[in-house]
């Protein structure tokens, strides 16, 4: 497997516009994760899904976020309007989780955000 | 919720000497401690785990040691090289296999 697959890997854009992110799991994996990353509050968990259901978007920061996961392989965070502070790293993550597996959390290379 | 705290921020150690990184959790019903290396620019990725069950796990001039009475785990390595230099963060797991991090050591390792 190719492991995480993050698009884009780079993003610029101007306040106020649209960003979305992509992300293909590994297959087979039940769980999948964003989290975003900045030097001030370190690895924030926005959102996991289990079997392609949201079930904790405690840590989306706004209603300008949104995640969906519309199959098992595939799954987008969007940010409308962009803003600033939400330049970042977004990671996206996958993991098989139940039973004996060992929750080990597999990172795609992450998508820097910059917003203008 | 699960509450993790890591120490110290930065640790800043010279070639050849160890390095040890502490983590406190809150929540007695995790079971699963994994740690994550992150390399400048980079994707953090497992270097290391231990479960409840053990108190203590080695892997070469790495090795992790938990205390479940007192809720706390380090992080040990030995003889540092310059490539260790990177971004280690700490976690605890539950049963429901949602991990919550600390807040990352950034560990400089200076030749």
């Known amino acids: 497997d190719a492991g995480v697959i993050q698009s884009p890997r780079h993003e610029v854009t101007e306040m106020g516009q649209e960003v979305t992110l992509r992300c293909k799991p590994i297959?087979?994996?039940?769980?999948l994760f964003w989290y975003r990353q900045t030097m001030m509050r370190g690895l924030e968990l926005l959102i996991y899904?289990?079997?392609?259901?949201?079930?904790?978007d405690s840590g989306m920061p706004e209603d300008r976020f949104s995640a969906k996961m519309p199959n098992a392989s595939f799954s987008t965070l969007k940010i409308q309007p962009s803003e600033p502070r939400d330049s970042a790293v977004y990671f996206c993550a996958s993991s098989l989780g139940g039973g004996i597996n060992t929750g080990e959390l597999f990172f795609g290379e992450g998508s820097r955000l910059t917003v203008l | 919720g699960e509450n993790v705290e890591q120490h110290p921020s930065t640790l800043s150690v010279q070639e050849g000497d160890s390095a040890v990184i502490k983590c406190t959790y809150s929540d007695s019903a995790s079971n699963y401690f994994p740690w994550y290396k992150q390399e400048l620019g980079k994707r953090p990725q497992l270097i290391i785990d231990i479960r409840s069950n053990v108190g203590e796990k080695k892997d070469q001039r790495i090795a992790v040691t938990l205390n479940k009475t007192a809720k706390h785990f380090s992080l040990h390595i030995t003889e540092t090289q310059p490539e260790d230099s990177a971004v280690y963060f700490c976690?605890?797991?539950?049963?429901?296999?949602?991990?919550?991090f600390g807040r990352g050591t950034s560990l400089i390792v200076h030749p």
């Open positions: 297959s087979g994996h039940d769980y």
């Open positions: 899904f289990n079997n392609n259901v949201p079930i904790d």
């Open positions: 976690a605890a797991t539950g049963g429901s296999y949602i991990p919550t």
